[in-house]
T-cell receptor, first 115, second 115 residues
Framework: ETGVTQTPRHLVMGMTNKKSLKCEQH?????MYWYKQSAKKPLELMFV???????ENNSVPSRFSPECPNSSHLFLHLHTLQPEDSALYLC??????????????FGPGTRLTVT | AQKITQTQPGMFVQEKEAVTLDCTYD???????LFWYKQPSSGEMIFLIY??????QNATEGRYSLNFQKARKSANLVISASQLGDSAMYFC????????????FGDGTTLTVKP
């Protein structure tokens, strides 16, 4: 596979469930990101990882727990979510360091519905 | 204050004509990058074009060009010879500093190309 892949593409979960979103990039990038895209709201950056180290956490509630075991994989663990957490969750990667300000490549997203 | 402003929620353009999507930004950093992404109804964010704050020439990528006016802090996207497949949501984004820094996205502009 090439580019950035995300699984699952769609997820419906109850508020008491625990689930995980997975992101994998095949681009050799060093930085990975989680974004949340809700209807009628701008894209919100949630977490940034650079060389497996978390460098940004934009005041995300603790019911979202990221994990980056290596530069190619990024997870978002979900537990006790609220209905307002329903959104499209996008993963992205970029070269990160080196030449600054690389463009980000996005995955197709996971459409999450919390019931 | 909003860092990225896209003032056009929706735009219409006739097929084969050119269209300009507006974007203004706010930053005190000297080093930053401006990006445009396209998001079709499928949800995936597709990188279109990049302009660095120190780049003297306006960026061009095929039918896409970026009209960069640094003093006015604007980075408008120009799409020439619009095609029906250009119908999508377009996001302007900015990344400040170096490394995997913070990313800020605008609210987006929905472009509809009419046959």
């Amino acid at each position: 596979e090439t580019g950035v892949t995300q699984t699952p593409r769609h997820l419906v979960m109850g508020m008491t469930n625990k689930k995980s979103l997975k992101c994998e990039q095949h681009l050799g990038h060093n930085a990975m990101y989680w974004y949340k895209q809700s209807a009628k709201k701008p894209l919100e950056l949630m977490f940034v990882y650079n060389f497996k180290e978390q460098t940004e956490n934009n005041s995300v509630p603790s019911r979202f727990s990221p994990e980056c075991p290596n530069s190619s994989h990024l997870f978002l663990h979900l537990h006790t979510l609220q209905p307002e957490d329903s959104a499209l969750y996008l993963c992205a990667s970029s070269q990160g360091t080196g030449r600054p300000l690389h463009e980000q490549y996005f995955g197709p997203g996971t459409r999450l519905t919390v019931t | 204050a909003q860092k990225i402003t896209q003032t056009q929620p929706g735009m219409f353009v006739q097929e084969k004509e050119a269209v300009t999507l507006d974007c203004t930004y706010d930053t005190s950093d000297q080093s930053y990058g401006l990006f445009w992404y396209k998001q079709p109804s499928s949800g995936e964010m597709i990188f279109l074009i990049y302009q660095g704050s120190y780049d003297e020439q306006n960026a061009t990528e095929g039918r896409y060009s970026l009209n960069f006016q640094k003093a006015r802090k604007s980075a408008n996207l120009v799409i020439s010879a619009s095609q029906l497949g250009d119908s999508a949501m377009y996001f302007c984004a900015m990344r400040e500093g170096t490394n995997a820094g913070k990313s800020t996205f605008g609210d987006g502009t929905t472009l509809t190309v009419k046959p």
